[in-house]
Each structure stands twice: as structure tokens, then as C-alpha cells.
Nanobody, 127 residues
Framework: QVHVVESGGGLVQPGGSLRLSCTAS???????IGWFRQAPGKEEREGVS?????????VYGDSVKGRFAISRDKAKNTVWLQMNSLKPEDTAVYYC????????????????????WGQGTQVTVSS
């Protein structure tokens, strides 16, 4: 049985940093993890960053390139999203999602490619 659990959200001032964690259990070593976010008042979830657990290859959304960094620890089935230089427009509920295919990370703009989702964690960037 697959479980995806994320943590680490909170309130931060503009320019600050936060680190989100995602732990996915029930997979073998070949899978992908993606971070998505849903901003207030928006229906669609935006792909933030995705990673192949197999080899560590990554994809970033244009709005976070150069500010966010995704990493993983295969042994701990854990993925981190380090978010720096946060802006008010980064305010959203952040979701971690998992796919049982190591190539799915390439489809970071397609949330429907991910089968298992966490409950979400709120990130608020405000002064």
C-alpha cells in the first residue's frame, strides 16, 4: 500500500526560505515524485518540481527556477523541496505526488500522470 506524506509548510516573510519534506512508502526504488501547488482562488494545480528517485534527474517549473531545489534520499524514500527567495505569489497549498514510473518526472506539468497524492501543506509568504 502506498502512502505519501508531506510536511514543512508555514508562514514566512518575502525573501525567506522554507524546506518541504515528502516521504513515499510502498514503492520499489523506481518511481518519481512531484511537487505541485494550488494557489488561492485557482482551480488548477501548478507543477513546481519533479524528480526521478532512480537517478535523481529533475525538472523545474519556470516560475521557480533558480529559487527552488529538489533533492532525494533513496534509502529514506524522502524528497525535499528547498524554497529560497520566496515571494507572495508562492503562497499556495503544496502537494507531494508519486508515480510508480521513473520517467514520470519529465511530465511535471501534468498532475494526472501521478497516481498517489499527499494531503497538502500550506505555505504562506507574507509580511
Amino acid at each position: 500500500q502506498v502512502h505519501v506524506v508531506e510536511s514543512g509548510g508555514g508562514l514566512v516573510q518575502p525573501g525567506g526560505s522554507l524546506r518541504l519534506s515528502c516521504t513515499a512508502s510502498g514503492f520499489t526504488s523506481h518511481y518519481s515524485i512531484g511537487w505541485f501547488r494550488q494557489a488561492p482562488g485557482k482551480e488548477e494545480r501548478e507543477g513546481v518540481s519533479c524528480i526521478s528517485i532512480t537517478d535523481g534527474d529533475t525538472v523545474y517549473g519556470d516560475s521557480v527556477k533558480g529559487r527552488f531545489a529538489i533533492s532525494r534520499d533513496k534509502a529514506k524514500n524522502t524528497v525535499w523541496l528547498q524554497m529560497n527567495s520566496l515571494k507572495p505569489e508562492d503562497t499556495a497549498v503544496y502537494y507531494c505526488a508519486a508515480s510508480g514510473h521513473s520517467e514520470t518526472y519529465q511530465y511535471c506539468d501534468r498532475g494526472d500522470e501521478y497516481d498517489f497524492w499527499g494531503q497538502g501543506t500550506q505555505v504562506t509568504v507574507s509580511s
